[in-house]
């Protein structure tokens, strides 16, 4: 009987996370059911396609929304009002309307169901979601569904941990990673040294004044969830005004970052390094009730090269990640780094970000080889990077433009659909959040720690940053946990 009961409660859990959609499926109204059936029909001919866009998470019996991290911990605030659950919803629907969009450009244009218009396709999909949100989001139970449901699983393989006797292997990883901090910390002691070889690169010019950008700050988050929403036109200078220089130990070809395109007959995308390129978008972490906007800065290189013969940590692409947490008065409040596989997650704290102390002891709570003094308006970091490996060196502060060589800053959102040689597109990223073909032999050697594909190039969201425990890259957690911010 127990059995039974069991069973009857699994057979019922599946059958409401196939509601409210299930409803609009017999819908006697043809509108909605016909706008129901059209995400079905997009959601098998994009599986079928492989073409799937990871970034953000599909949202069970909602198949309009998708959630990331930071809107899956506003939920408890969103419940307050009929306003906040709203503009949830709505950023949730802007989520699913991207992802839709690069899903849609990214079809064959020719199928086995027949050929394909992108530009209707896209419209329709914007039309049907708002109006099965609308419906939706009137009648309690939907609410309540949205918000039980909004949630974005770890990138944490719990099997793997199981079988691979994870907390015994934990112990030498946790060896291992000592052992990486203490040559960080000796290599961030050692200055730069000013070496021929060594290439300088400054973004584009800013005009954009510290004051200017607490303007922008304060007036984008008056919205029911106080997320600091610039227009695309102010977010393109905010990236501008707080973009890093880079100082890249060049000794060959690997060491040249640029722009990502899609080669002939190539599963893995190139980097196209007679144009300096370094990708930008918005992130947003909670601090003490508050949402803080963040710029994050990535760029990549070709590959790394292997140091010797079976070098485990060598692989097509390479790069760096790069995040400023922005203070509402416009001041960067902490800057932190990984590589876009995940790992070497590095914080630089400045004067007005406190450190505070794990809950228990763990190796990976925060590693932090060196802070920053407070920069000042018209100053931006430099960071210096080593040949082949691009693990950061050091961080410095300069002013102004620093150098003659300059990098263009572009849409991250780009890399999840690129024009191929064929005429299609593309992402970067496979259905899986991974870029394809850069997968480290290093991966059976982290298997028991259950990150999927470790060493792999990923997507925005898909950063599982820890070895010991668990930690991804946007948790919206994640800074209000390791730090006390001094915050006007």
């Not at 043809?30 to 953000?56: H, I, K, N, S, T």
């Not at 939920?75 to 659950?85: G, L, M, N, P, Y």
């Not at 395109?261 to 300096?276: E, F, H, I, K, S």
């Not at 203070?327 to 070497?344: R, T």
């Amino acid at each position: 009987m127990r059995c039974a009961a069991v069973l009857a409660a699994l057979v019922a859990g599946c059958a409401s996370l196939d509601q409210p959609i299930g409803s609009h499926l017999q819908s006697g109204s043809p509108l909605v059911r016909g706008c129901a059936e059209w995400f079905r029909a997009m959601d098998e001919r994009v599986e079928a396609a492989g073409v799937r866009d990871a970034q953000d998470t599909r949202v069970p019996g909602f198949p309009y929304l998708r959630v990331n991290r930071l809107l899956a911990s506003l939920r408890e605030k969103a419940a307050r009002s009929d306003a906040a659950v709203q503009a949830l919803a709505e950023r949730m629907l802007v989520l699913d309307a991207e992802a839709r969009r690069v899903e849609i450009l990214n079809l064959p244009v020719e199928g086995p169901a027949g050929s394909f218009d992108a530009d209707p396709a896209l419209r329709r999909t914007q039309e049907c979601g708002r109006l099965l949100r609308e419906i939706d989001l009137a009648k309690a139970e939907g609410r309540r569904g949205l918000l039980e449901r909004a949630e974005v699983p770890d990138d944490y393989l719990l099997s793997h941990r199981i079988l691979g006797l994870y907390a015994l292997a934990s112990l030498p990883f946790s060896a291992g990673i000592r052992q990486y901090q203490a040559e960080t910390l000796a290599a961030f002691r050692r200055a730069p040294i000013a070496r021929e070889g060594r290439v300088r690169y400054a973004p584009p010019g800013s005009r954009l004044t510290r004051a200017a950008a607490a303007a922008i700050l304060v007036r984008s988050a008056g919205n029911p969830l106080g997320i600091p929403e610039p227009t695309p036109e102010e977010f393109t200078a905010l990236l501008a005004a707080y973009a890093p220089s880079f100082e890249i130990d060049v000794k060959a070809d690997y060491d040249r970052f640029g722009a990502l395109r899609w080669l002939r007959n190539d599963a893995t995308p190139a980097v196209d390094a007679t144009r300096a390129v370094v990708y930008g978008h918005p992130a947003w972490t909670r601090v003490r009730g508050r949402v803080l906007l963040q710029l994050v800065y990535t760029l990549w290189f070709p590959e790394r090269p292997p140091r010797s013969d079976g070098d485990l940590l060598a692989g097509r692409l390479d790069g760096l990640t790069w995040r400023v947490t922005l203070a509402p008065d416009g001041e960067p409040l902490v800057y932190d780094s990984i590589h876009p596989c995940g790992c070497y997650h590095l914080f630089f704290p400045t004067p007005r970000a406190e450190p505070l102390p794990p809950p228990e002891a763990n190796t990976e709570w925060l590693f932090s080889p060196q802070a920053l003094p407070r920069v000042a308006d018209g100053e931006r970091p430099l960071l210096h990077l080593e040949s082949a490996t691009h693990y950061l060196e050091g961080v410095s502060v300069v002013a102004g433009i620093d150098s003659v060589s300059r990098y263009e800053i572009r849409s991250y959102g780009e890399l999840r659909s690129l024009p191929r040689p064929d005429g299609g597109r593309a992402s970067v990223f496979g259905p899986d959040g991974l870029v394809p073909g850069t997968e480290r032999a290093e991966r059976l050697l982290f298997w028991p720690m259950g990150i999927r594909s470790a060493g792999a190039m990923r997507q925005w969201g898909r950063h599982a940053t820890a070895f010991i425990g668990r930690r991804h890259f946007d948790d919206a957690d994640l800074f209000d946990k390791r730090f006390r911010f001094d915050l006007p």
